[in-house]
């Protein structure tokens, strides 16, 4: 019997011409299959989720090959079969699973949605204040530590306007803040600027958004406006019925706001806007704006009250700012707005009228970044209690001992200084070069202490879970709004020298600085 063929047999022919094309088509066939059809998808989608209809649930595998089936057939023409809130809740395509909650992925440290005891009073400068001082600022501390800390994080996240606490802001009576009557509460200048402070300590976009609408919009028609105009709109404003903002800024007109050139023509029974306005906190939904002009018969500046829904005004929000990302800021543009002789704001028809309601509104703004740096004191000394490195808490380590005592000699400093500007204002003598000089320092200040602050929250002082990220971005804006640091500081300067140095010389012109650099 032969098992083997002999070693000398002849070697199979070559593979035909036929057999090579066969094998070509079965490659091909194989390729086509594997690129599914949209008809094959659709069949598989509806078979992965007939298992959820029939109750027999979806693990997590499940759902991937379902978003990668949904990812596939997009490209084919085939709008998303799953809706936004499933896309949203299931892990996707090379994404993974959604963020674990701040709380089970870092449990060594509690993140600012429950707010930390206040402790930033070192020297006890409460002993400054009057009972119902004290007790007007523990009433703010518990409505914005109760009910807006738990929120706050996420809509700075999102850029989105809180409108939930509204009526939190409205139950503690406090819009109008020194204005006297029409619903107002009348504080003083030192309890208004507690109850920012409070409010600040939390978020200082929340803090922003009352500034602008109670310091800004109704002190101005308060100091400004006529009987009439104060009985029409501080009530509703009180209560937050309404919302309020200021309109000053312009894309060409920033530090140099005098030089604005909205216009304002006199026309029967009223006058037209026309005209830019930038950076406006609230003007997306206010439905008031205070909005300055040039009078073009006196070439002065006047003020006049424009209603939201007025045709041709439009307001557009600013997208992309890294701080203070709950303010709404806007773009408006006026084309022809007409406004009734009634909405002009009597008292204004100069810009040292408009400065009248800037130099008060600044004690304020002086008062916003001591609040933030108390939150973020606040904060970082219980993180330092909670967190452990090398077998001790943070807070046993001399470098961050340093940090955290430098934090809070700042803050008692700030908080004299603000402290003191308010009883200057109260007795009559405060000067525009104090204010300046206070708002000014006081946010250098912060930006140090915000600064530290991030350096001891170490990896977690870049999440806004921990506030002090937040903060860090919020005190930008709040450097340069209301005049920036260098405008006040030459506020300050040209009070104390005599000189004024704001303006450069007429010709704008330096030697060897070619028109290319400017
Ligand atoms: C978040 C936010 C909210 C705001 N809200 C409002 C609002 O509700 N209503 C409103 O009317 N405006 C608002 N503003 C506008 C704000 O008041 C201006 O941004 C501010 O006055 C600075 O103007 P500017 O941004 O045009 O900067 P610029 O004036 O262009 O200044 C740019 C730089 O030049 C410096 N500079 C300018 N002039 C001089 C000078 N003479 N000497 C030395 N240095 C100078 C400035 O200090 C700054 O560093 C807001 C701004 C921000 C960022």
């Not at 773009?331 to 009248?356: A, C, H, W, Y």
Request: hydrophobic share 40%; net charge positive; charged share 20%.
């Amino acid at each position: 019997m032969v098992l083997f063929p002999p070693a000398s047999s002849p070697s199979p022919p070559p593979p035909s011409l036929s057999l090579c094309v066969l094998l070509f088509l079965f490659l091909l066939l194989l390729i086509i299959n594997s690129r599914p059809s949209h008809s094959r998808l659709l069949h598989n989608f509806i078979r992965i989720m007939d298992r959820v209809m029939t109750g027999e649930g979806m693990d997590e595998k499940g759902w991937r090959r379902l978003a990668r089936i949904n990812q596939q057939l997009q490209p084919k023409g085939i709008p998303s079969l799953l809706s936004p809130s499933q896309l949203e809740s299931m892990p996707t395509l090379g994404v993974g699973l959604p963020a674990l909650d701040i709380a089970s992925a870092f449990p060594q440290a509690t993140p600012a949605s429950t707010f930390p005891t206040s402790v930033s009073d070192y020297f006890g400068l409460e002993d400054l204040l009057s009972p119902e001082d004290v007790a007007l600022r523990k009433r703010v501390r518990r409505v914005m530590e109760e009910h807006v800390a738990p929120v706050v994080t996420k809509y700075w996240e999102k850029a989105e306007f809180p409108f939930e606490i509204i009526p939190h802001l409205a139950s503690l009576k406090i819009a109008g803040g020194t204005i006297k009557g029409y619903g107002c509460p009348g504080l003083s200048i030192l309890s208004h600027a507690l109850v920012g402070a409070e409010i600040a300590r939390v978020d200082a976009s929340c803090c922003t958004f009352a500034l602008v609408h109670s310091s800004l919009c109704m002190s101005t028609i308060g100091m400004l406006g006529n009987e009439e105009q104060k009985q029409k709109y501080l009530p509703s404003l009180a209560r937050f019925d309404t919302i309020g903002c200021w309109a000053l800024t312009e894309p060409a007109y920033g530090s140099d706001a005098s030089s604005l050139n909205t216009t304002a023509v006199k026309v029967e029974g009223g006058w037209l806007l026309n005209g830019q306005k930038r950076w406006i906190g609230n003007a997306t939904f206010a439905d008031i704006v205070v909005v300055f002009a040039r009078n073009t018969q006196t070439n002065q500046i006047n003020g006049f009250i424009v209603k939201k829904g007025t045709p041709g005004y439009r307001a557009t929000k600013i997208e992309n700012k890294i701080g203070l990302r709950i303010v709404q800021n806007g773009d408006i543009i006026m084309k022809d707005v007409f406004i009734p002789d009634e909405d002009r704001l009597t008292g204004i028809n100069s810009f040292q009228d408009t400065n009248k309601v800037l130099a008060v509104s600044r004690i304020m703004v002086a008062w916003l970044p001591i609040g933030v740096c108390m939150g973020v004191y606040d904060i970082c000394y219980r993180y330092l209690q909670e967190r452990k490195q090398f077998g001790a808490p943070l807070a046993a380590l001399q470098i961050n001992q340093e940090k955290l005592v430098r934090m809070l000699g700042n803050i008692q400093a700030m908080f004299l200084l603000g402290w003191k500007l308010c009883k200057m204002y109260e007795s009559g003598k405060m000067t525009p070069g104090q204010a300046s000089l206070c708002k000014a320092w006081n946010t250098l200040r912060a930006r140090e202490t915000v600064a530290l602050g991030r350096e001891l929250l170490g990896g977690n002082g870049i999440l806004s879970d921990f506030l002090v990220a937040k903060a860090f971005c919020d005190i930008e804006p709040i450097y340069t709004y209301e005049g920036t640091y260098d405008i006040n500081t030459l506020v300050t300067g040209r009070e104390i020298t005599g000189i004024a140095s704001i303006k450069p010389s007429a010709s704008g012109k330096i030697k060897g600085f070619t028109a290319s650099q400017k």
